[in-house]
């Protein structure tokens, strides 16, 4: 009886990490989001090195494609693919959705120019905000709403930055990124190390997948949970993680 039982077990662990043969469909930036999404010349990023662990252990067919934010929020609402890159934390809808497991936590921080004078004591109403377009920002967006801070969107987080560090108006702008964005970027352009700095971390949150709203999404977000319940706690995720935040 012993056996059999053992037999059973076994096949039903099988069975619930089975692989659909339907790709699972990907979406992610267009524009780098380093170091979780790279340009596609550039390599990978953490999120792709992750899926792609994924596809390798379980033999999950991915399809990724790219699209700017905004788009991307169109296709998982019209559910022309499974799932995208998001946090429950950020997101404004009210569509019921199944999320991945965190895949990592963002701290997102306060980014000026050196020397500028600003502080968190002094606040930042009445200032301009650097903003990636598409994005929320939970402890900005009341003050936006009621016209106490502007907000400039750009396209990308580098775009955000070189703007910022080549401002002459050092004292009444800052940014909002996330800080291993902006540790990547400083190693990667001399002018964003020689003037800016991290001023204080505002809002922390997980990156996930967000799931379509219909059954096959559904199936393999649970599918994909499956994998990093095991997954984010192993040698491999952190080597990923190291390989790209070097603190790790």
């Not at 910022?164 to 050092?170: I, Q, R, T």
Request: hydrophobic content about 40%; overall charge negative; aromatic content about 12%.
């Amino acid at each position: 009886m012993r056996f059999l039982i053992v037999i059973v077990s076994y096949f039903c662990v099988c069975f619930s990490l089975a692989a659909s043969e339907r790709p699972l469909s990907v979406v992610l930036l267009n524009s780098p989001y380093p170091p979780y999404v790279l340009a596609p010349e550039q390599g990978t990023g953490i999120v792709l090195d992750i899926l792609n662990a994924y596809s390798a252990k379980t033999k999950q067919p991915l399809k990724i494609e790219y699209a700017p934010e905004v788009r991307t929020l169109k296709l998982i609402e019209t559910q022309q693919v499974d799932a995208r890159i998001e946090s429950e934390v950020w997101f404004l809808g009210t569509t019921t959705h199944c999320w991945s497991r965190p895949l990592i936590q963002v701290d997102d921080v306060v980014v000026i120019q050196k020397n500028s004078g600003i502080s968190e004591h002094r606040g930042f109403n009445g200032m301009v905000m650097f903003a990636r377009f598409g994005y929320t920002y939970p402890k900005f967006e009341d003050a936006v709403n009621h016209g106490e801070i502007e907000r400039r969107d750009f396209y990308s987080e580098l775009e955000i930055l070189l703007a910022l560090a080549k401002s002459e108006v050092n004292n009444e702008q800052f940014g909002v990124v996330a800080k291993p964005t902006l540790e990547w970027y400083q190693r990667h352009y001399a002018l964003l190390n020689e003037r800016l700095e991290n001023l204080a971390v505002i809002d922390s949150a997980p990156l996930q997948l967000q799931f379509a709203a219909n059954d096959e999404a559904t199936k393999a977000c649970l599918h994909l949970n499956q994998f990093l319940d095991e997954f984010l706690g192993s040698k491999e995720y952190y080597q990923i993680l190291k390989q790209y935040q070097p603190e790790h």
